[in-house]
């Protein structure tokens, strides 16, 4: 099958890369690099087709059209990520989500491509119930004077234009997908307080550290993400998380100590110093994934992650 995975430079898409490549597939990945890592790449370089590409660059839709009709389906993951990049540009982030959509999805529906979309589990804001966040949940949205909200609501955007065309499409949203070659510089926060033991610093905990998310191991997630080739996912939204390792920043950062063996303490430091005084935060979010789960359940477990980073 020949597949094409934009933004396939960066941690989730390098991964997705290797795996499809084991599997005997054909792959071209676009990437700019602008939040990925050449070298999640190299190992594989003269094995792939790899394209150099702005995809919110409206220069680029000639050449973007020529791969998307030589592909049976794509991973469309490119965007910009991370909370911490997303508060520091918003008014980018958001035209970068536009400006990609605008040239990406009339080429998705002029060849009616397969198209395996990247959103995001900041749609739902705060998880209501006990048994996690649903995919058929009404969502929330931060208000605008909150940064934060616009990845959320570019997302969003995306989906809802998405079903507003005929190609086939499966919509997945991430849950704290990690693994050992994520960078911090996002504000993603495993890899972080992994950086920091390694510096042999504290752990910054923001807040009073009993903010609770769910960690889904990489590995569990490219299966996920495989099944979505399927015809039987055309049209279907789905959570990619695990619904098992659910923590408190405070129980994360405990575990990771005592995994590493590195005599190391927690820092808490506010929002505010952290983010900025418009930063608002999501105290509860997992995902309910009875929907995954008929087709795959997740093999790792919290200790089994960091150890995999370590």
Do not use: W
Not at 112 to 124: A, D, L
Not at 246 to 272: P, W
């Amino acid at each position: 099958m020949n597949i094409l995975i934009t933004g396939g430079a960066g941690f989730v898409g390098s991964s997705l890369t290797k795996s499809l490549l084991s599997d005997g597939h054909n792959l071209t990945i676009i990437d700019n690099f602008a939040t990925s890592k050449n070298s999640n790449i190299t190992d594989i370089s003269d094995q792939i087709t790899f394209v150099d590409m702005d995809l919110s660059n409206p220069n680029c839709e000639v050449t973007v059209d020529y791969y998307i009709s030589r592909s049976d389906v794509v991973y469309h993951l490119a965007a910009s990520i991370g909370v911490q990049l997303i508060q520091q540009q918003p008014s980018a982030s958001l035209h970068n989500s536009l400006n990609m959509n605008n040239i990406l999805f009339p080429l998705f529906e002029k060849h009616q491509t397969k198209v395996i979309f990247s959103s995001t589990s900041e749609v739902y804001g705060e998880t209501r119930v006990k048994t996690g966040s649903v995919e058929t949940d009404h969502l929330e949205i931060h208000p605008p004077q909150k940064p934060r909200g616009s990845y959320a609501c570019s997302k969003l955007l995306s989906e809802f234009l998405i079903r507003s065309y005929t190609f086939p499409n499966t919509i997945i949203r991430f849950f704290n997908v990690v693994g050992p070659t994520q960078v911090p510089d996002y504000g993603h926060v495993l890899p972080r307080f992994i950086n920091q033991l390694r510096e042999g610093k504290p752990l910054s905990v923001y807040g009073n550290g009993q903010q609770v998310r769910s960690f889904c191991d990489i590995r569990d997630a490219v299966e996920m993400l495989k099944l979505m080739i399927g015809k039987e996912h055309n049209d279907e939204i789905y959570n990619i998380g695990s619904d098992e390792n659910v923590v408190t920043m405070n129980m994360l950062a405990d575990t990771c100590i005592r995994l590493s063996g590195v005599d190391s303490v927690i820092k808490y430091q506010t929002f505010e110093e952290a983010f900025g005084t418009q930063f608002e935060e999501i105290y509860i979010r997992f995902p309910n994934t009875d929907k995954i789960k008929q087709y795959y359940t997740c093999k790792y477990n919290l200790e089994d992650i960091i150890r995999n980073i370590l």
